[in-house]
């Protein structure tokens, strides 16, 4: 079966004998049903059209400032690019759409037979939701009028003219009448269209006498956002009469007189007007100064706070690393040397094993069609159980017997918590079971109980993977389900779109709230693992949701409240994001420049160097940097959040050291400053749930890290969990070879094979996803 589905879940009731009644009555439902969706599409074009129609161009709606209209009237020829013409949708939309642009930035800045274009009506009306639909559409101001003289001259000579033309058209239904209804109607209709210029303009006319020329912006803030770049915020002007600001110019200088301007840009973007200037050179101060403009003209600068900013990083910075990156390289050579033929792994991809979703046909009797290849559970019996949930919005997927598809693992022991590490690598590997299976083809009469439980786990597997006529079967829920009879259930969940085909027989969907209602509940007193399952089958396909969402983009400040049992370290995480640590973001900027990074380490590298140090004490010297003043109280107030949302007294904040090495970054726009715990938090008898005032939850540490690279790292977590998988069983099997050697010869073979296996494994052992917790085992040093 190829699990993914294109039409609303529906199930598939019976595959019995077909009367023609019964085709005739199916297709007839699905012709209406496809005659009801087109009609749906045609009236939602009608009724996106329906206003813009009544206007024969946009200068019309533009000249009522009809700014729903206009906006109509704008984004319609976009709908028509989109689905007229050949081919598939995004065929089309990459054949028309810069061609589209440019005609709308062609009719948007049409100059009208008056002079005028469409932002001129919106500046001198003060209509600030049309400037704003206009300017996203591209729109620029008038090329020939630029002086306000000129302005002045150009609005008389408007209002006489649309005076004079309505005067004309007075008298021209009073003069003689006008033979024919249609041409009475055109001409009373020219008499209103030239009375609505005539109020227009005079009214475009007292606007610009009341005008005057813009005040500086009240505020520019200039931020490092790289090694290369700069990110400038602007404010609007403050004043009664300064209009409509229609843009902005950025100038850039390395002298804080600007004798020689670097760089100038016109922001177009009046509602949250900002720029980011890039190509700068790393270390250098550029002063930023901005100026506004309007109908009358440009105005006075304003200078930026600070008053310059020199582009840096934190990575510039003396004890600080970038372990991560340097993980990326050695991964990769890695990879590369478990492919050369001295390698001698039992894992060799020698030849393309059958894909489970190009399954050979084969004729099929009647009684196959009602049964299924795969004999899936239905009771637990004491055993380790692997249960696949594949959701598509608030449906699931389930067998003919309307349950979640679930096979046993036939495992030597029921104690399965180091194998439930290594399947949790393997759920990011799941392309390498053909070939980790014929490396194991002869574990099962091997007297390793750990390649036994391998052997058995990636043949449950892989019959998932037959059964379901795919090789992803999601990803693996963080800790395993266990009951009071002895059961274990590991679970994977996978969300599938709604754009996906119906699956095969005898798989269907099922909604989330009747297969809850048809769960008849077991007579044991205890519920079983698999009852534990449906109960909570909401909170995990939750946790799914939420563990693969990114976190808004910013820098953050997290934590590490930690838990400790005989078996495992648990980590802290919030229930609405549980891919990162508790958090608090401290602004929008994720960048962190060297003067900050320089900073933040004074105040650690101390007797105590504590977080105590972030939150009192006063900042000598930071009156004349305006950035590092606004960094530490945003820092500290980020941090005085966090301890109290995770009922923290503030009095312990000496406790806590910060991580300084390094500054955990998430793609470009996502970093977190790390708050390291005290020793005392591993200890077993503290919980660090206890008086939280954000819901959270607790999950191993290795699988915390396996969900949050998942999210933020995936294309190297899936790189690095395949190469671990196949080096890890390799190392086994050569142990076991070397174990089962007879005579000389065979022992000096596998002694070999395992050294040649053993020197990478060494090497990728030093690859950790440890990323985020480096930190933790560097506390007490």
């Given at each position: ?92 939309r990459d054949r028309k759409e810069k061609d589209w642009v440019k005609e709308r930035e062609k009719g948007v800045n049409r100059v009208s037979d008056q002079g005028l274009v469409p932002l001129d009506v919106a500046a001198l009306t003060h209509n600030s939701p049309l400037l704003h639909v206009l300017e996203k559409a591209g729109a620029r101001h008038n090329p020939v009028l630029c002086q306000p003289a000129e302005w002045a ?363 809850e209602k048809n769960r008849t509940r077991t007579l044991l007193p205890e519920p079983t693992a698999m009852d534990m399952l449906y109960e909570q089958l909401k909170e995990k396909i939750s946790f799914h949701r939420h563990s693969t969402q990114w976190a808004q983009p910013g820098l953050y400040v997290g934590i590490l409240k930690l838990c400790s049992t005989v078996e495992q370290i648990r980590v802290l995480v919030p229930q ?97 400053l790390l708050l390291l715990p005290p020793s005392e938090d591993f200890s077993s008898s503290y919980w660090p749930l206890v008086g939280t005032k954000e819901p959270g939850l607790t999950m191993p540490l290795q699988i915390f890290e396996l969900v949050h690279f998942w999210t933020y790292e995936q294309q190297f977590l899936l790189q690095y969990c395949q190469l671990w998988v196949k080096m890890e069983l390799d190392t086994h ?49």
């Open positions: 079966m190829s699990v993914s589905m294109r039409n609303p879940p529906q199930r598939r009731r019976s595959l019995g004998p077909v009367s023609p009644k019964r085709i005739y009555r199916n297709l007839s439902v699905r012709l209406r049903v496809g005659e009801s969706s087109v009609s749906r599409e045609a009236d939602a074009l009608k009724h996106h059209s329906k206003s813009a129609d009544t206007y024969k161009s946009l200068w019309e709606a533009v000249e009522n400032e009809d700014t729903l209209a206009v906006q109509s009237l704008l984004s319609r020829d976009h709908i028509d690019c989109c689905v007229g013409g050949g081919g598939s949708m995004w065929e089309r001259f150009k609005l008389e000579a408007l209002v006489a003219l649309a005076g004079k033309r309505v005067e004309e058209k007075k008298m021209e239904t009073l003069r003689k009448p006008v033979p024919g209804p249609q041409a009475q109607a055109d001409l009373h209709r020219q008499v209103r269209l030239w009375s609505l210029r005539l109020q227009l303009y005079c009214r475009m006319r007292e606007n610009f006498l009341k005008t005057e020329l813009p005040g500086p912006p009240s505020h520019v803030s200039i931020l490092v956002t790289s090694t290369s770049s700069l990110f400038v915020s602007i404010k609007e002007p403050e004043g009664d009469n300064i209009g409509l600001i229609t843009c902005y110019r950025v100038e850039w200088s390395t002298s804080d007189s600007f004798k020689r301007i670097l760089g100038s840009i016109q922001v177009t973007e009046t509602k949250n007007p900002s720029y980011t200037i890039k190509g700068l050179t790393t270390g250098v101060h550029y002063f930023v100064r901005v100026s506004a403009f309007n109908v009358k003209g440009w105005g006075p600068t304003q200078c930026s706070t600070p008053a310059s900013a020199a582009p840096s990083s934190w990575r510039e910075c003396l004890g600080v690393k970038s372990q991560f990156r340097n993980h990326e390289g050695l991964l990769r050579k890695l990879s590369e040397d478990a492919r050369e033929p001295y390698y001698r792994g039992f894992c060799i991809e020698s030849s393309k094993p059958q894909s489970p979703s190009k399954r050979l046909s084969v004729s099929r009797g009647i009684k196959q069609l009602f049964q299924s290849a795969t004999k899936f559970v239905r009771l637990l019996q004491r055993g380790v159980y692997l249960a696949i949930v594949f959701y598509q919005k608030d449906n699931i997927l389930v067998t003919a017997e309307d349950q979640i598809p679930l096979v046993e693992i036939q495992c030597c022991s029921t104690s399965i918590t180091h194998d439930f590490l290594w399947f949790a690598k393997l759920s990011c590997a799941w392309q390498q079971v053909p070939w980790l299976q014929q490396a194991l083809a002869s574990a099962q009469f091997s007297s390793s109980s750990l390649l036994q439980n391998r052997h058995n786990i990636l043949r449950a597997v892989s019959l998932l993977q037959t059964s379901l006529g795919t090789m992803d079967l999601g990803q693996v829920y963080y800790e395993p389900l266990k009951d009071r009879q002895g059961n274990i259930l590991l679970v994977t969940l996978k969300d599938f779109p709604t754009t996906s085909s119906s699956p095969d027989p005898p798989f269907h969907w099922m909604p989330l709230a009747r297969l609405r994001l549980p891919n990162l640590l508790c958090h608090t973001r401290v602004r929008l900027n994720a960048h962190v420049s060297r003067e900050e990074w320089a900073w933040l380490q004074s105040h650690v590298y101390t007797a105590t160097g504590s977080v105590q140090n972030l939150l009192g004490g006063q900042d000598e010297g930071l009156t004349e940097t305006g950035a590092l003043m606004e960094f530490s109280r945003s820092l500290r107030a980020a941090v005085t959040h966090l301890l109290t949302k995770l009922n923290i007294p503030l009095y312990r904040a000496y406790q806590y050291g910060v991580y300084t090495r390094e500054l955990l970054q998430f793609g470009d726009k996502v970093s977190v099997l050569a142990q076991q070879a070397l174990r089962e050697a007879l005579d000389t010869k065979e022992v000096q073979e596998a002694r070999e094979r395992l050294n040649h296996i053993s020197d990478l494994s060494r090497v990728s052992t030093g690859i950790k996803l440890r990323h985020i917790t480096d930190g933790i085992f560097g506390l007490n040093q």
